[in-house]
């Protein structure tokens, strides 16, 4: 007998459908409740440090903002919950709650969203609010969900009709464009906690917990198609935790998105869960219920419900698909379109002595068994229109599953992160991991970093990675006249004779991004930093291969610019202006290596 579990329709109304109420906050608990499902939840990531603000003898107000789907009404209402308010109080307080603090004995005024105020209900809300801040009313403190760019737009019309107020706006929008938690004067009792800034990885495998383990798959006991139901083998696919698998790789897509400024809102990872799990290849519907996962596992038709498609948004239509961020920033990494020969040969040909094995992971009824009718098709000839784009869209959905399914190698060619375009992915991750803990261990990392710059700060294909050449056109002329040394070449990690200058890497960026520093040893200070996000790390690693993809070179080549020009005008102000003796920096074609050449002219000042 087929069960018909309600656990699968109150995930569905998490996924890419029309019924997806149920990812905003406010409709969570009652549709839990409706389908006496328990809800699934997560400690917000920030929870714990408004509780103790708001649980001290002086609280300060609070800011939560950030993008849609960052958890801003969810971390206020599981902090009301905590402070000692009831769930219902909540849900019937409408958009403004309060509750009596018993440490401060201040009353905390809670708005769930500031933009479902009206222009009447948000001029009040405000006006309290900077008198709050300004210390003329200390018998209230806010906790205010919002998002960020309409926080801003709030409070600079707000500030447009009250111009006493002005500071205040001045001081949040300062805030937001430093990324700063608190005033960095130190004159208003603030907090801005921006969530959009938070690493979502942990969070996204703690959900993913919630939803593989939920006490509700119990129901599918006794289910007779519960061992080959597509929705308990993509269940069973999301459990393994190793790094060659689903989560695993997953987990490293969302970090290295956030590195690059690209953050997994909570609603979007619950979106991206439920896809994987119940997505299927149905215009009409594309989520699977229990009717349609039993119809699947009988005809055996398992290409409807690839988990390693739905990762992607694939079991969606085109213009539905780019509705949806996850999905859009997934694309972005082009896995399925990236390869190689060595991957390629083994899909078509059956190579295993490419790979060690006939397949890397067996993934039973989502393996190479899914493109066999098309790969003999390809190998016989068969390459009319039709059969040559079914062995296009065959190969491609292999090369996606080859990705989350190849193990780590040291031989670059099965390097999984060369299915992507971001080829240098899986070193990146390495470096923000042990660029401080174990430096030594990326020490070649590193060095392909410094030959990344020489060669764009020099125009040369030199091979000079132990120091960094900071060179400028000269006269901002085009390269053909030349590059001016800026100062002596600076080592990595040890002083240079002049003004001890040295060249260092830590993990003082966003979120531990870490950061390429020029460093003075005497007076000890950062002369200039630039955060290696992973953009402008695959772009460094690139040009110290050799190759230069034109797709993301002029950005990257600004930003590059910009470093050296920051830390020109630093050096340029510390030395008063003098460069001293007038050096180009030349190639020798012999040795392949940067060297000097003097020209004698003396005491140049810019």
Not at 56 to 72: R, Y
Not at 80 to 106: D, Q, R, T
Request: proline share 5%; charged share 30%.
């Amino acid at each position: 007998m087929t069960n018909n579990n309600p656990l699968v329709d109150f995930l569905r109304a998490y996924g890419p459908s029309s019924a997806s109420d149920n990812m905003y906050d406010e409709h969570v608990v009652e549709a839990a409740r409706r389908r006496h499902v328990e809800p699934i939840s997560e400690t917000p990531p920030r929870l714990k440090q408004i509780v103790t603000n708001c649980d001290s003898v002086f609280p300060e107000t609070i800011i939560l903002t950030g993008t849609a789907g960052d958890g801003k009404t969810y971390h206020c209402r599981k902090a009301y919950l905590e402070l000692g308010g009831l769930s219902h109080e909540f849900a019937a307080s409408g958009k403004i709650v309060e509750i009596k603090l018993p440490k401060s004995g201040m009353m905390l005024r809670i708005i769930k969203d500031l933009s479902e105020l009206t222009e009447a209900e948000k001029e009040k809300e405000l006006d309290h609010v900077a008198r709050v801040l300004r210390g003329e009313d200390n018998d209230k403190v806010y906790l205010i969900a919002a998002n960020d760019g309409q926080l801003l737009k709030f409070w600079r019309d707000f500030a447009y009709k009250h111009p006493s107020y002005r500071e205040v706006e001045e001081t949040l929008r300062a805030m937001l464009k430093d990324e700063l938690e608190a005033d960095p004067r130190e004159q208003l009792p603030l907090r801005l906690i921006n969530l959009s800034r938070q690493p979502h990885h942990e969070l996204f495998n703690n959900l993913l917990d919630r939803v593989v383990e939920h006490k509700g798959w119990d129901a599918c006991e006794g289910c007779e198609v519960c061992a080959t139901c597509p929705i308990q083998i993509n269940r069973r696919l999301l459990a393994s935790s190793e790094d060659a698998s689903l989560r695993g790789r997953l987990t490293n897509l969302i970090r290295l998105s956030a590195a690059n400024d690209s953050h997994f809102p909570i609603r979007q990872l619950l979106l991206l869960i439920v896809n994987i799990l119940l997505g299927d290849d149905d215009p009409n519907d594309p989520l699977l219920t229990c009717k349609k996962a039993a119809a699947r596992a009988k005809n055996e038709d398992y290409r409807l419900t690839n988990p390693f498609q739905n990762v992607f948004g694939l079991n969606l239509r085109q213009n539905i698909r780019m509705q949806y961020h996850a999905f859009r920033t997934l694309d972005a990494y082009g896995i399925g379109c990236e390869t190689n020969n060595t991957i390629d040969d083994h899909l078509i040909y059956r190579r295993p002595e490419e790979t060690g094995r006939d397949d890397p992971v067996a993934h039973g009824c989502y393996g190479l068994s899914l493109f066999e009718s098309r790969r003999r098709a390809y190998l016989k000839g068969e390459n009319d229109a039709d059969t040559f784009n079914d062995f296009r869209k065959g190969i491609e959905t292999q090369r996606r599953r080859m990705f989350f399914a190849l193990p780590a190698s040291d031989e670059k060619d099965l390097d999984p992160w060369r299915l992507t375009v971001f080829q240098f992915g899986g070193d990146y991750l390495s470096f923000m991991d042990k660029v401080v803990r174990d430096p030594e261990s990326v020490a070649s990392l590193k060095a392909s970093l410094i030959l990344g710059l020489n060669r764009t700060f020099t125009g040369t294909l030199c091979d000079d990675r132990d120091m960094l050449w900071v060179a400028s056109p000269a006269a901002n002329g085009h390269d053909r006249l030349g590059r001016v040394l800026e100062c002596s070449p600076l080592p990595i990690g040890g002083g240079s004779y002049e003004r001890n200058l040295f060249v260092d890497f830590d993990n003082k960026g966003l979120n531990g991004r870490p950061c390429l520093t020029i460093k003075s040893k005497s007076p000890p200070e950062t002369m200039a930093a630039m955060d290696l996000r992973p953009l402008l790390f695959e772009y460094l690693m690139r040009v110290s291969t050799g190759s230069l993809p034109s797709s993301f070179s002029r950005q990257c080549y600004e930003e590059v610019r910009q470093f050296r020009l920051k830390f020109v005008g630093r050096f340029r102000e510390a030395t008063d202006g003098r460069l001293g003796n007038l050096k180009l920096v030349l190639l020798n074609a012999q040795t392949g290596h940067l060297q000097e050449c003097h020209l004698g002219f003396k005491d140049l000042t810019t």
